[in-house]
Structures are given as C-alpha cells and as structure tokens.
C-alpha cells in the first residue's frame, strides 16, 4: 500500500491485493509478504510506465531481484519462516507471534527497508535512470530486450 500510494498507483489504499501475503504467502513461511508486495507495487509501475508487457516484466525482474538480494543480504534470508523463527501455520503460533512483537520489530523494519528502496522509482527521472541501467546489463542477455527506455515510457 505505501509502495502504491508513492508511486500514485490507482486505488493505493486497498489492502486486498495483499491479503494473502502476510506469514509469507498465507502463512506458508515462503517469501515475505513484504519483498511479495513490493513485488506487486513495481510490477503495475513498470507496466504503467513502460506500456509494454514483455518489458515491465523484465525491468519488474531486474527491480526485484536486486532487492531481494539486499534484503537477504540485510536480515539473513528472504523468507517468512526464517525472519520471524516460527511455524505460523502451528496451532496457536499466530497468536503467540503477535504477543511476541515480532511483527512490531522485526516485519515493520522489513517493511520501512522495502520501502525505503523502493520509492525513491517515484519520481520519473529516478525511474528512468533505473530502467536504462537494467537495459545496460540485460543487453549482454539475448533473452532480454536491448534497450527499454527508446522512446517506450509513459508519462505518469
């Protein structure tokens, strides 16, 4: 939601989208709902921005990968399980995990970080500084499109 409201994406304030995320993915201990989210935010940004499917996917990838990178390389892993130390899918670990305040000091930190990457795409010029050095690296890659940023971007 933060991601979408600074981004000016539509409707930024509906938390639907996002309701299976959280426990990383329905509780399943996978990747943080968080890292998901931002994910889902940059994706409908590239696409806006971008106007081409094939290459909003590859410069959501490029945005993504780079940030799940950091994250892990900031708390030690990319997943639900391993952030919080706990099974949320267990009898009564949701309640316990909400006692615990880890969601307070743990997934709210991991939440500002996400963000704290993610928003300074906002404004255009940042985006298309971004997207054109994803197109540098992706042009030694023939499975990517050379060059994203030709004329292809959208005004917000």
Same mark, same amino acid.
């Given at each position: ?9 539509p ?6 989208p ?8 329905a ?13 889902? &935010?940059?994706?409908?940004?590239a ?22 990178d ?7 892993? &990319? ?29 709210m ?6 963000v704290?990457?993610l &928003? ?29 940023? &030709? ?6």
């Open positions: 939601m933060a991601l979408r409201e600074c981004y000016g994406l409707e930024a304030a509906d938390s639907s996002a309701i299976a995320l959280n426990g990383g993915y509780y399943s201990g996978g990747t943080c709902g968080a890292l998901s989210g931002a994910g889902l &935010a940059v994706g409908q940004l696409e806006r921005r971008l106007g081409d499917h094939r290459l909003a996917k590859t410069m959501t990838r490029s945005v993504v990968q780079a940030l799940l950091d994250f892990a390389d900031e708390f030690g892993s &990319a997943d639900c399980r391993d952030l919080i130390g706990m099974d949320l899918r267990a009898p009564g670990a949701h309640d316990a995990f909400i006692a615990s305040g880890v969601w307070r000091d743990g997934c930190r991991q939440i500002e970080f996400v704290r990457r &928003a300074p795409l906002s404004p255009m010029s940042a985006w298309r500084q971004r997207v054109g050095a994803a197109a540098h690296r992706s042009a030694d890659q023939p499975d990517r499109p050379g060059d994203p940023v &030709a004329g292809r971007e959208q005004a917000r």
